[in-house]
């Protein structure tokens, strides 16, 4: 998994969840190099990141 703000290898996850009634299971990572937040979403055949805030933002 790559950092979509940075490209950095480096993140880690910090929880995971499904979602039943759309389908998708969800992975929330953080970004070590930067400190992006994103979720990673798999499911009905499909993949895609979405960021969750600002870069470099810590919460």
């Given amino acids: ?3 979509p703000y940075c490209g950095s290898e480096s993140v880690e996850a ?3 969840w499904d979602m039943p009634k759309m389908g998708y299971r969800v992975t929330h990572y953080r ?3 930067c400190g992006g937040l994103f979720n990673h979403y798999t499911g009905r055949g499909r993949e895609f990141v979405l960021r ?3 870069r470099g933002v810590r919460r």
């Fill in 1 to 3: 998994m790559k950092c």
């Fill in 52 to 54: 969750v805030g600002p």
């Fill in 31 to 33: 970004c070590k190099t």
């Fill in 14 to 16: 910090v929880k995971s």
